[in-house]
């Protein structure tokens, strides 16, 4: 259990019902989230960017501040959403490229920075999306 918690008496145990929990299903919502957002190829990108945050999770230092849980994916399609309807000129996986790198890029930390752009490279070969310089 959890540190510092106690166990529940048996008399207490009797009033409550036991109930199983499971892992969200990421690449449903993540689809359904970028088809809400506009994008048309929602189930390709969708497989991508879960592919990124599981591989990203395994491969990169573990610090206490890096999340790449559902929070911080929904964060991105949010902000994916709004790029896309800024430039809606830019294709598709070039909005998402951008939100993911430009989301996470400055929680990384020195080391990690190569390896993420390496995972980006590796999931959206091809792609170079030029930062957007804010006057």
């Given at each position: 259990g959890y540190e510092g918690r106690s166990e529940l008496p048996?008399?207490?145990k009797a009033l409550f019902r036991p109930v199983?929990?499971?892992a969200p299903d990421l690449d449903m919502?993540?689809?359904i989230m970028l088809m809400s957002e506009g994008f048309n190829a929602a189930r390709l990108l969708?497989?991508?960017m879960t592919v990124l945050y599981k591989l990203a999770k395994e491969q990169l230092s573990k610090q206490f501040h890096y999340d790449f849980g559902l929070r911080a994916i929904k964060s991105v399609l949010v902000m994916a959403g709004s790029l896309k309807r800024e430039a809606g000129d830019l294709p598709e996986e070039q909005v998402l490229m951008r939100a993911l790198r430009d989301m996470n890029m400055p929680k990384f930390v020195?080391?990690?920075v190569p390896l993420f752009r390496g995972l980006?490279?590796?999931l959206f070969p091809g792609l170079d999306v030029p930062r957007v310089v804010h006057k």
């Open positions: 048996d008399n207490l199983t929990m499971v919502i993540c689809e969708a497989r991508k020195y080391e990690d980006l490279n590796d």
